[in-house]
């Protein structure tokens, strides 16, 4: 398990981090979403020994990461970049190299990668004349060819058409499969809310909420209710407890104010009439980023 | 499939590796590379010939007169006719600079015909002069030293310069590209400053030797073989010599271009470096004949490459000099390893504005 605590950094008396701790845990996706100028891709710099922290530490199963652990981390920079010159499978294996494999097992490794990814036809492609969207790809098979144990991936989607976002998604699920622990930034929340595990918000330089996806939900759920009924569903404006908040014919909306509260609303609606469905609404990651950074 | 932590060594030379192959497959680096080696090429073979070829002086004589040109029988072309009529007509006609015929006062005995002015070369070797005896004989005569020391200079400065901005663009790249986060993830930044050295400076002393092959084979080819003599031992120092500079230059390139993110920031801290390189060449093509200026360029680190070949093959340099000299040099080289490696690891990671050498240093 990877584990922040205290991260601060300042530049030039702007504190940009502060007091920065959570867990990515083996075996899972942790999103790691924030506003731009957040701090999300100075965390991921301190994590990687890219930038150097002003206090705070980061350990890896309880000690602290050195640089023989960082070699076996799979990094994906904010700012894309490999070398415009070199072949797509010449580059993916001289970096696999570089983490120690021979040069055939390197190659086996990274055509079989690149061809996951969906680059199987542009193996021996300079990497400039790739389109944006494949030189992503051609990134994140640089990240992940020497398997790392822990992927650090700074927004992994941005650029990616929907059908590629799905390509990458799976990988990085199978990568978590195969135990890695795998923390991504990114600014698009449907994907986020959909892959995730885990999730740490930041906002201002500070974790505003950290925890499994589930918990957060139900964190910030707000006892929220959909009711879809055959009947007019008018008489819920006269219950004790209830507030409606959209109301169209047997379609209601609305918050109670206990678990009881929507007990009684339940009973009375099928007494009332046949009931369709009824479900508390989950609060979307949107509303609840939208919530923890104010 | 389980990969273990490459060494230092192994690193390195996968660095190294990949810095030789971005640079072979490089269209305009291959035939810059063939241009250079075909001009090499050319100006050897044409000194050759220039040298070799046929400046002899034409000049008629008859049967009476043949016998005056029969001491410098190298540096004339003689036609014997059968009388001074049939001379002049060679003169006029041009077949002949000028005809020796019968007649005169002594101690000649015979006169010069020529067209419209009295032939210089031919009224030198016909003159009697006193015998010179010179106190300091020059060795070499000065259009060769000129040469020489100008070839020297010139291969130095177009070598560091080519594989110094090579090495620093490739540096600066890795920034902008930001690959570099992904190497150093992998491998020790030393390893890294390592194996792009090693690269360029293969590279470079590949070209060298390269040219001294040309040289060597060019001057064969066309007889030169007095020049080969010389030229033998100042090309081996210029090869040991410029092996150790480069690695100098090359460390200092590299942390020169560390300090900034972006190429086109590269000339602010390179510049000082380019004219440490470029500063050797000018130094020898006007000092060339200056004893002092040629010593202490002999000795100077940054100028020792072309200042002691050049030294050496003028026969000014005594036999100790080349290694006292070759011994500042690898400390020098040294030193600039430490520091430039000590830079490059400060700066390597700072991306933006350009790092401040103070900081750089100090890190």
Redesign the interface.
């Known amino acids: 398990m990877l584990e922040l605590s205290g991260i601060t950094k300042s530049y030039g008396g702007r504190r940009v981090l502060d007091d920065i701790g959570f867990t990515v845990s083996p075996g899972r996706l942790t999103g790691f979403v924030g506003g731009n100028g957040a701090g999300k891709t100075t965390t991921m710099r301190i994590v990687l020994g890219v930038l150097a922290r002003d206090g705070g530490s980061v350990t890896l199963d309880g000690t602290a990461v050195t640089a023989a652990d960082r070699r076996r981390f799979g990094y994906m920079p904010e700012e894309r970049g490999l070398y415009p010159k070199m072949r797509v499978l010449e580059h993916v294996v001289y970096l696999a190299r570089l983490h120690g494999f021979s040069k055939p097992d390197a190659t086996t490794r990274a055509t079989a990668l690149l061809e996951e990814l969906g680059l199987g036809e542009r193996l021996t492609d300079n990497i400039e004349t790739l389109s944006l969207g494949n030189q992503q790809r051609a990134q994140i098979a640089a990240a992940l060819v020497h398997d790392p144990k822990v992927l650090i991936l700074d927004e992994p989607f941005s650029g990616l058409d929907p059908l590629a976002v799905d390509v990458v998604a799976a990988v990085l699920q199978a990568r978590a499969a195969e135990g890695a622990a795998v923390l991504f930034s990114s600014h698009q929340l449907d994907v986020v809310e959909r892959l995730c595990d885990d999730l740490v918000i930041i906002a201002g330089g500070t974790i505003r909420a950290a925890g499994t996806r589930d918990e957060l939900r139900s964190q910030h759920a707000q006892r929220r209710f959909e009711l879809v009924s055959a009947g007019d569903a008018g008489w819920l404006r006269d219950e004790p407890g209830i507030e409606v908040l959209e109301f169209d014919g047997g379609y209601a909306l609305f918050d109670a104010d206990s678990d009881e509260s929507a007990q009684r609303v339940l009973r009375r609606a099928v007494d009332t009439g046949d009931v369709a469905s009824f479900a508390p609404r989950h609060p979307s990651l949107a509303q609840i980023f939208k919530e923890v950074i104010q | ?1 389980t ?4 060494s230092f060594a192994q ?1 390195v030379w ?1 660095v190294t590796e ?1 810095e030789i192959g ?1 640079k072979l ?2 269209k305009a680096f291959l035939i810059s590379t063939a241009i250079l080696f075909v001009i090499a090429l050319a100006s050897v073979l044409w000194g050759g010939f220039a040298a070799g070829g046929d400046n002899r002086i034409p000049v008629a004589v008859t049967p009476q007169t043949a016998s005056a040109l029969a001491a410098v029988p190298d540096a004339v072309e003689v036609t014997e006719v059968a009388d001074t009529d049939a001379a002049r007509e060679l003169v006029r006609s041009g077949e002949v600079d000028a005809a020796l015929v019968p007649g005169g006062p002594d101690p000649f005995g015979f006169r010069v015909l020529a067209n419209d002015s009295a032939p210089g070369g031919l009224m030198q070797l016909l003159s009697i002069t006193p015998s010179v005896e010179l106190l300091e004989p020059d060795g070499v005569d000065f259009a060769l030293r000129y040469f020489v020391a100008l070839g020297f200079g010139l291969i130095f400065f177009m070598a560091a310069l080519t594989f110094g901005s090579t090495i620093a663009q490739s540096v600066v ?2 920034k ?4 570099v ?8 930044t030393r390893a890294l400053l390592a194996g792009k050295v090693l690269g360029n400076t293969i590279l470079a002393m590949g070209q060298i030797i390269g040219l001294a092959a040309i040289a060597i084979v060019g001057l064969t080819v066309t007889d030169q073989g007095a020049l080969l003599t010389g030229l033998g031992a100042p090309l081996v120092w210029f090869a040991v010599f410029f092996l150790f500079g480069f690695i100098l230059l090359a460390s200092l390139f590299a942390a020169a271009a560390a300090m900034v993110s972006r190429q086109e920031d590269i000339g602010s801290t390179t510049t000082p470096l380019t004219f440490l390189v470029m500063a050797p060449y000018f130094l020898v093509i006007f000092f060339n004949d200056n004893p002092v200026v040629m010593t202490v360029m002999s000795y100077v680190p940054f100028s020792a490459p072309v200042g002691m070949p050049v030294r050496i093959f003028l026969g000014e340099a005594q036999w100790w000099e080349p290694l006292v000299s070759l011994v500042v040099l690898l400390v020098t080289c040294a030193l600039a390893i430490v520091v430039g490696a000590k830079i490059y690891e400060n700066s390597l ?1 700072r991306m933006g504005a350009r790092v401040k050498l103070a900081e750089a240093l100090k890190g």
């Open positions: 499939m990969a273990s932590a490459p690193s996968l990949r971005s497959r490089s790249e890795e902008q590209t930001r690959v986060e992904l190497l150093i993830s992998a491998i020790p990671l």
